[in-house]
T-cell receptor, first 115, second 112 residues
């Protein structure tokens, strides 16, 4: 079944640690996105990619970085985690180029807590 | 620039009652509108979308929304809610080839 997977679902980590949040999709979508969602608040786009070797920063400034070496894989990395990074991170993908149908498929999210 | 405003942060309602979740958008160009639902501890799921054509859009789980260009609104409605509809609902807008911009979310709480 085509889907989008995020691991881990929950992560509690100490300040200063390096972490990578994984996101993989099996649908062959070119476009992929990372959103940050604080409790009870809207989603903010922090990174997106329109294909292999393409990455762009989103509307919300983030200290995280991303890479897109393979179509199906779009990991997010924090070099040195801080309590301010505590949030939920949602990965999404979409299929169409330059068309109207921006139907995103979302992963289940990673809830990150930095202590 | 595009933006989305969801007018209610929380909507409590009793089971089997009708509900309307309000969404207004601003955009200087043609828009495409979406409603997503997020159940606790899950990602977002597409409820329905308006791209063109009929302004009344039907989605999953008995939800529908009406695109009103003159009022720049895209309100979500359901005639009779269930306990299982309790979730966070997000309105979103995009333009052609653009990225999705989400509203602040509305927490729907259905009580027995």
């Amino acid at each position: 079944e085509a889907d989008i997977y995020q691991t881990p679902r929950y992560l509690v980590i100490g300040t200063g640690k390096k972490i990578t949040l994984e996101c993989s999709q099996t649908m062959g979508h070119d476009k992929m996105y990372w959103y940050q969602q604080d409790p009870g608040m809207e989603l903010h786009l922090i990174h997106y990619s329109y294909g292999v070797n393409s990455t762009e920063k989103g509307d919300l400034s983030s200290e995280s970085t991303v890479s897109r070496i393979r179509t199906e894989h779009f990991p997010l990395t924090l070099e040195s985690a801080r309590p301010s990074h505590t949030s939920q991170y949602l990965c999404a993908s979409s299929e169409y180029w330059g068309e109207s149908d921006q139907s995103y498929t979302f992963g289940s999210g990673t809830r990150l807590t930095v202590v | 620039a595009q933006s989305v405003t969801q007018l209610d942060s929380q909507v409590p309602v009793f089971e089997e009652a009708p509900v309307e979740l309000r969404c207004n958008y601003s955009s200087s160009v043609s828009v495409y509108l979406f409603w997503y639902v997020q159940y606790p501890n899950q990602g977002l799921q597409l409820l329905l979308k308006y791209l063109s054509g009929s302004t009344l859009v039907k989605g999953i789980n008995g939800f529908e929304a009406e695109f009103n260009k003159s009022q720049t609104s895209f309100h979500l409605r359901k005639p009779s809610v269930h306990i299982s509809d309790t979730a966070e609902y997000f309105c979103a807008v995009s333009n052609q080839g653009g990225k999705l911009i989400f509203g602040q979310g509305t927490e729907l709480s259905v009580k027995p």
